[in-house]
């Protein structure tokens, strides 16, 4: 409840970053499932632009939100990891097919565990679509244990699951993002004395602490 009032208080800034990002995953899902034939130096590239993006993005919103959520620092650490790891896949275009998908499923199982811990927040919050976070979160999971178990995954096969997995994360994102905007909107419609009223109860709870 202290996490929900916390966050209505204030709303959520910038809720549509996950949206973007979410909308480059699914670009990157859909490139990579319809050309098979793209060189495994051309798709390195490209995920890592994406993940630079993503990185960015999710780095940007978590402090943007670091006082309105709860869990903003490890929306920071997945955007920081999500981050090097496109610097590294930038730096280093040569990467093997068996290499690629071990970076790719660590990531996507990392996203994936948080995914499932925003779908906790989300119920928290009163969301009542949470479950479908889960799902997303759950299936993610699933497809980067394929990528970690089977690097050994090869050519067109290899592909189909990387372009399965970024179609997932980016298809939690866009449900995430849209999650967060109704939030957001639940925060508008608070009553500005509500919102003072919070204000000095936690202002009184602190002094009250203090003493």
């Known amino acids: 409840m202290a996490h929900f009032l916390k966050l209505i208080s204030k709303g959520i800034k910038y ?16 490139w990579t499932l319809v050309a098979p034939g793209a060189t495994y130096l051309a798709l390195t590239f490209l995920f890592s632009f994406g993940f630079i993006f993503s990185g960015a993005t999710e780095i940007a919103f978590s ?9 903003w620092g490890w929306v920071l650490a997945l955007g920081i990891v999500t981050l090097i790891l496109g610097f590294v896949l930038f730096l280093n275009p040569g990467l093997s097919a068996i290499s690629l998908a071990l ?25 009542k679509n949470w479950g479908w ?6 299936i993610g999971v699933l497809f980067s244990l394929v990528l970690i ?12 699951w990387t372009g399965l ?4 994360i980016g298809i939690f994102s866009i449900f995430f993002s849209l999650q967060l ?22 202002r009184d709870i602190q002094e009250r602490l203090e003493d």
């Open 181 to 202: 905007r109704k939030l957001h909107k639940h925060a508008e419609k608070v009553p500005e004395e509500v919102r003072e009223q919070f204000e000095q109860l936690k």
């Open 103 to 127: 970076y790719i499923g660590f990531l996507a199982m990392l996203r994936s565990f948080a995914a499932i811990s925003n779908a906790v927040d989300m119920r928290s919050y009163g969301i």
């Open 149 to 160: 178990w089977n690097p050994l995954l090869a050519g067109l096969t290899a592909l189909i």
């Open 15 to 30: 809720w549509y970053l996950p949206l973007i990002a979410g909308i480059v995953f699914i670009l990157i899902a859909i």
């Open 63 to 71: 402090i943007s939100n670091r006082d309105e959520m709860e869990n």
């Open 165 to 168: 997995t970024f179609m997932t």
């Open 133 to 138: 976070l889960m799902f997303f979160g759950i």
